[in-house]
């Protein structure tokens, strides 16, 4: 019998922690100022009424009310159409 264990098992039980992104408050929600609505990285929802974003791209409530998500059409900066999800507080 072995009395050591095996060479690469300690090797093999790290990871690294989940960063717990996405949408924290979905439409017709209502939420609190300085609430998180979406926590993300990079610009995948975009700033409406009502909002910020942080400087790690988390979008967050500065008054109370219900959120809504929008889609509309925008011009990026190569002056292409796109369709962009814009997050408002109402």
């Known amino acids: 019998m072995a009395h050591t264990k095996a060479k690469g098992s300690?090797?093999?039980n790290r990871d690294s922690q989940s960063q717990?992104?996405?949408?924290k408050v979905y439409g017709g929600?209502?939420?609190?100022k300085g609430g998180i609505i979406i926590r993300q990285r990079?610009?995948?929802f975009y700033m409406g009424e009502n909002v910020m974003m942080?400087?790690?791209?988390?979008?967050y409530a500065i008054k109370d009310g219900a959120v809504s998500f929008q889609t509309k059409?925008?011009?990026?900066?190569?002056?292409k159409r796109?369709?962009?999800?814009?997050?408002?507080?109402?």
């Open 20 to 23: 717990r992104l996405g949408v």
């Open 54 to 59: 942080g400087v790690d791209d988390t979008i």
């Open 82 to 90: 796109v369709k962009r999800v814009f997050v408002s507080v109402k």
């Open 10 to 12: 300690t090797k093999n």
């Open 29 to 32: 929600e209502v939420i609190k």
């Open 73 to 79: 059409t925008t011009g990026s900066f190569t002056g």
């Open 42 to 44: 990079g610009s995948k």
